[in-house]
């Protein structure tokens, strides 16, 4: 059983970047896929990035450019580091892991954090 725990999220102003971590315990990041998905209020959850267990990244059209998922294999961590943030960034931000190739389709994930908060003003 994979336990996800995200925090690195606040409230900053348009043009401000953030990074955000999520520490994975119960198994480790480099054997699954691994994603970021948001979910604003009222609004249904959506990719934001995945990461592959080749290493190879996807992300979803209104983020390319602007953010990077990474992880760190020593320290079981995925990251999501977000620069030129948006008001339309704001939302709550989950990772996700799932078994089997990469997708951005939150109801292909099988473990999910309890999310943290991004608000862009």
């Known amino acids: 059983h994979v336990q996800l725990v995200e925090s690195g999220g606040g409230s900053v102003k348009a043009g401000g970047s953030l990074t955000l971590s999520c520490v994975a315990s119960g198994s480790t990041v480099d054997t699954y896929c691994l994603g970021w998905f948001r979910q604003a209020s009222g609004q249904t959850r959506e990719g934001v990035a995945s990461?592959?267990?080749?290493?190879?990244?996807s992300y979803a059209d209104s983020v390319k450019g602007r953010f990077t998922i990474s992880k760190d294999n020593a320290k079981n961590t995925l990251y999501l580091q977000m620069n030129n943030l948006k008001p339309e960034d704001s939302a709550m931000y989950y990772c996700a892991v799932r078994y089997g190739g990469c997708t951005l389709d939150a109801t292909d994930f099988n473990y999910w954090g309890r999310g943290t908060q991004v608000t862009v003003s």
């Open positions: 990461f592959e267990k080749d290493g190879s990244a």
